[in-house]
């Protein structure tokens, strides 16, 4: 009887250290899950902050390009060969053709406002009638990888062309986009697209 009473009271503090090693083991893993769902949950919302922007560059480049592909090229002449460029481009769009002419709409223009940071649409410009549209802000004021030196940094044929530039090659208009955004913890995001627009004859 006397040996059972003893193997108990063994027993008993065993499972003390076994409880006390169980809480601490247990706060590891618990630590070590939080530390995991922390990152994830960064990794998460870092990627959500990217792909937002890319939408964002892609609709922007888009509505450039409809806009574009609805005017005449030959109206466009402000829009030079590389390595000139021009950071605002004014069209008509033709919304008819009355026997073989095209008839031309209202004036519209899609600037690159560097002091925003923005890029606008306007029909009418400088008119009273003028109406006006912010298509995209976070546009840096230079395209990424350019910095402001006289040379092409980049490699794309333009010197120092800004965040939104056009130039023109034969009967297209080439359109380059950077977009540059930071988030909460000051990470830099930067998203460029570039496409070759085909205007209506
Ligand atoms: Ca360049
Ligand atoms: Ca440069």
């Given at each position: 009887?006397?040996?059972?009473?003893?193997?108990?009271?063994?027993?008993?503090?065993?499972?003390?250290?076994?409880?006390?090693?169980?809480?601490?083991?247990?706060?590891?893993?618990?630590?070590?899950?939080?530390?995991?769902?922390?990152?994830?949950?960064?990794?998460?919302?870092?990627?959500?902050?990217?792909?937002?922007l890319e939408d964002?560059?892609?609709?922007?480049?888009?509505?450039?390009?409809?806009?574009?592909?609805?005017?005449?090229?030959?109206?466009?002449?402000?829009?030079?060969?590389?390595?000139?460029?021009?950071?605002?481009?004014?069209?008509?769009?033709?919304?008819?053709?009355?026997?073989?002419?095209?008839?031309?709409?209202?004036?519209?223009?899609?600037e690159f406002d560097?002091?925003?940071?923005?890029?606008?649409?306007?029909?009418?410009?400088?008119?009273?009638?003028?109406?006006?549209?912010?298509?995209?802000?976070?546009?840096?004021?230079?395209?990424?990888?350019?910095?402001?030196?006289?040379?092409?940094?980049?490699?794309?044929?333009?010197?120092?062309?800004?965040?939104?530039?056009?130039?023109?090659?034969?009967?297209?208009?080439?359109?380059?986009?950077?977009?540059?955004?930071?988030?909460?913890?000051?990470?830099?995001?930067?998203?460029?697209?570039?496409?070759?627009?085909?205007?209506?004859?």
């Amino acid at each position: 009887m006397k040996l059972i009473l003893h193997k108990q009271s063994d027993r008993a503090g065993f499972s003390l250290i076994e409880l006390m090693i169980g809480i601490a083991v247990a706060g590891l893993i618990l630590g070590n899950l939080a530390m995991v769902v922390r990152t994830s949950t960064s990794a998460v919302e870092s990627g959500v902050f990217g792909s937002n922007l890319e939408d964002r560059a892609d609709r922007t480049m888009d509505r450039i390009a409809l806009a574009l592909m609805s005017t005449s090229a030959e109206k466009l002449d402000e829009v030079q060969f590389a390595p000139n460029h021009v950071s605002a481009i004014d069209y008509e769009v033709i919304v008819d053709v009355v026997d073989g002419d095209p008839f031309e709409g209202v004036p519209e223009r899609i600037e690159f406002d560097a002091q925003e940071g923005r890029i606008i649409w306007k029909r009418a410009p400088d008119s009273p009638d003028e109406m006006q549209n912010v298509w995209t802000r976070w546009v840096p004021g230079m395209q990424e990888g350019e910095t402001f030196n006289g040379i092409d940094d980049n490699g794309n044929g333009l010197a120092d062309e800004e965040g939104l530039a056009f130039n023109r090659d034969a009967e297209q208009i080439l359109v380059r986009l950077t977009l540059e955004r930071e988030d909460s913890k000051k990470v830099v995001y930067v998203r460029s697209r570039s496409r070759r627009v085909t205007c209506r004859n």
